[in-house]
């Protein structure tokens, strides 16, 4: 059975489906099922409607302007994003509400009300400024997850700047690409970071990622200090506490942004070894990402919302960052390893702080059921009212534990479909009004039209598979990928014109409900992170004993999907142990640890058709340890069994 298809079968067989509480329904901030259709029968109303929770200085004077592939949304409008998150709560009710709980993983906290916030935003763009950063520049952000890393972002989009966050676990060489494809002035970066009890180091990066490069300043925020033996370049780097010291504490003005001035760039993998500058703009994107918080997560003002992704990933962008704090909230941001010092962390953390809205991915959440209950049951979880996952198809086991154990079988779950290029949760139950079902992300929300489509691009028949497709603009959607418009185009407009194509397969059943596949392209998903396999197969034959290599992902009970590298050495090399390690380390230095392939196994030969194609989907099969049907379109069907033995060993 391919796949595809045996993943199906484990998800459809989960045929529970829950309904939201009378208790929550009552209190759920949108309760009325009418509104799907009140959205469907007219979108450009209901956003037009949503644009209203957003602050304008200018109010647009078109809802959407749409010549495909590009949109403008709330055209002519003019608004700042930080202005949005900070600034219009702390001149209203939310002055010294909690905005910010930071949460260091040595166990250092910080608690920064709306007021405390944006005084430091202000000095922060003071400080940027004063760097010479001006409205449309670029600045790369290379962070651990500590309370400068929003403000950082806060402060880009309150003078105009545009920031391009790279996570902190990719290497120099990813973060040099991103540098110089972004042509950053300026990169903002720390000593090192706290990760399950060590430093995590950063600046070393940094300093082989600038060289060469336009970069102006480094900026260096002191996180670890003396154990972090990070080097200071005097000509070149700055330090944050020194300079943030001095800076004036006036308001910083908000830039009056257009509605399609650019807001951030987020570098992710495609099918090729180089990554998408994904372009989100300013007004579309934070009217998406805040009607998301009201209607996904029914956000409340006394909500406490626990995100636990990275800000490195637009999953952190989105909810860490620009949904919850222009909607008011408290977000919760912690900075380390799940498991330091103990496996209860996030428990205690729930505990703490009383969180109430708890979203993660379902990799994580299969790490829970793997160290087992008992962490769980250490702590009271009763503040917690409502469960999110993203990332990656949930497995309905998953599902279950999340609902039992975090959930107490009360907490409706959404299992929320998006990509980095849709800035925020298409696909996802309203929690007060859809029933859901264990391992689908169920119906598209109110605004957005998606459906599955076969090759000619037709909607396929309840109870069949294809491609999912977003039929409709929307406000979030990304704008085009930085500096290369041809490809936004041909990625996800090239098959069906003015028709977005997200890259992954779906089913949808008889009640209509969307059941996500996988991706059908060289995509990995490995932790619900995006890794090309392009990229690591480059890295791979970058190395000088390196023939020819073909990486796949292969299913994982953990990860979701893991790397399995297929490696053909140059002649004369010495294959062994030593060569395995040294190919592994060369995928970390080139991209980083989250591409160190979890297998790599050295062969003679790759198998390939005659017309010399590799053919990943054996190499997939292999690596899963299932039968090899038919292969006579094998140029030599001996490789197989070579490889099968050498996987084995
Ligand atoms: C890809 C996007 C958007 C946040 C994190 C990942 C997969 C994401 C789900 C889900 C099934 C999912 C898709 C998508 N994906 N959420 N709930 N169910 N699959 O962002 O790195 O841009 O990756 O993640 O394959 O295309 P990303």
Redesign the pocket.
Same mark, same amino acid.
Request: charged share 15%; net charge negative.
């Given at each position: 059975m391919p796949e595809e298809e045996k993943h199906l079968d484990t998800l459809l067989t989960e045929n529970r489906t829950f309904t939201p509480s009378e208790a929550f329904k009552a209190r759920a901030n949108v309760n009325d099922p009418n509104i799907y259709e009140r959205a469907a029968a007219d979108p450009e109303a209901y956003w037009a409607e949503e644009a209203k929770n957003i602050t304008w200085f200018r109010p647009y004077n078109k809802i959407l302007k749409w010549d495909p592939p590009h949109a403008e949304w709330f055209v002519g409008g003019k608004l700042n994003a930080a202005y949005n998150c900070v600034d219009r709560h702390r001149e209203g009710s939310r002055k010294n509400k909690a905005a910010l709980i930071w949460e260091g993983e040595p166990g250092d906290s910080q608690v920064l009300t709306y007021d405390m916030l944006g005084r430091e935003v202000d000095k922060a763009a003071h400080m940027l400024s004063n760097l010479g950063v001006k409205k449309g520049d670029r600045v790369a952000v290379y962070l651990p997850m500590i309370p400068e890393l929003p403000i950082s972002l806060l402060a880009c989009a309150k003078l105009g700047a545009i920031h391009t966050v790279v996570f902190g676990g990719f290497s120099s060489k990813s973060l040099q690409e991103r540098i110089v494809d972004a042509d950053a002035k300026l990169v903002i970066t720390a000593d090192a970071g706290w990760r399950g009890g060590k430093p995590l180091p950063l600046k070393a990066n940094a300093d082989e990622a600038v060289a060469g490069t336009s970069v102006e300043h480094v900026l260096v925020v002191d996180r670890v200090g003396e154990q972090a033996k990070a080097e200071k370049n005097p000509d070149r780097d700055v330090s944050w506490h020194e300079l943030i010291a001095k800076q004036p504490s006036t308001p910083f003005p908000a830039e009056e942004m257009d509605t399609e001035d650019v807001l951030y760039l987020l570098y992710?993998?495609g099918t090729t070894g180089k990554p998408k500058g994904v372009t989100h703009t300013t007004g579309g994107y934070m009217v998406g990402v805040n009607n998301s918080m009201r209607t996904v997560f029914d956000l409340k003002d006394e909500d406490v919302f626990f995100c636990t992704?990275d800000i490195g $990933?637009? =999953?952190g962008h989105t909810y860490i960052v620009y949904g919850p704090l222009s909607a008011g909230a408290t977000t919760v941001m912690y900075e380390g390893a799940p498991n330091y010092p103990d496996r209860d962390r996030f428990w205690d953390i729930v505990e703490k702080y009383g969180v109430t809205t708890f979203y993660t /991915?379902?990799t994580s959440i299969r790490t829970f059921m793997k160290w087992g209950p008992e962490y769980v049951e250490k702590h009271n979880l009763d503040s917690l009212r409502l469960l999110g =996952?993203?990332?990656?198809?949930?497995n309905p086991e998953a599902w279950m534990w999340f609902h039992k154990y975090i959930g107490k079988e009360k907490a409706p779950i959404v299992? =929320? $479909? $998006?990509?980095?290029?849709?800035g925020c /949760?298409m696909?996802?139950p309203l929690p007060g009004i859809t029933a859901t079902k264990p391992g689908s /992300?169920t119906k598209p929300v109110p605004g957005i039209s998606v459906d599955v489509v076969d090759h000619d691009g037709h909607s396929v028949e309840p109870g069949n598979g294809g491609s999912l497709v977003i039929t409709k603009p929307w406000p979030s959607m990304l704008r085009t990928i930085w500096g290369d418009d041809e490809r936004f185009r041909n990625t996800y407009f090239g098959d069906f014109p003015g028709i977005y194509l997200?890259?992954?397969g779906a089913h949808k059943d008889e009640d209509n409900y969307v059941w996500?596949l996988?991706?059908m392209d060289d995509?990995i998903?490995v932790s619900?992170?995006?890794i090309g396999t392009a990229e690591v197969e480059s890295a791979l034959v970058s190395h000088s004993s390196v023939a020819e290599s073909a990486v796949i992902g292969r299913s994982h009970e953990v990860k979701g999907q893991a790397i399995t590298a297929f490696v053909t050495l140059k002649e004369g090399v010495t294959s062994g142990d030593e060569i395995i390690k040294e190919l592994k380390q060369v995928v970390v230095n080139q991209i980083g640890a989250i591409a160190r392939p979890e297998e790599l196994v050295l062969t003679n030969e790759l198998p390939k058709t005659r017309s010399a194609k590799i053919m990943r989907r054996l190499l997939r099969d292999i690596a899963e340890g299932r039968d090899i049907g038919n292969t006579t379109t094998l140029a030599d069907p001996s490789v197989v069994e070579s490889l099968q033995a050498a996987f084995k060993r």
């Open positions: 992710t993998s992704a $990933w637009v =999953t /991915a379902p =996952t993203v990332g990656e198809p949930i299992d =929320t $479909w $998006w990509q980095t290029e849709t /949760a696909i996802a /992300a997200p890259g992954d996500i996988g991706r995509v998903n619900g992170h995006r």
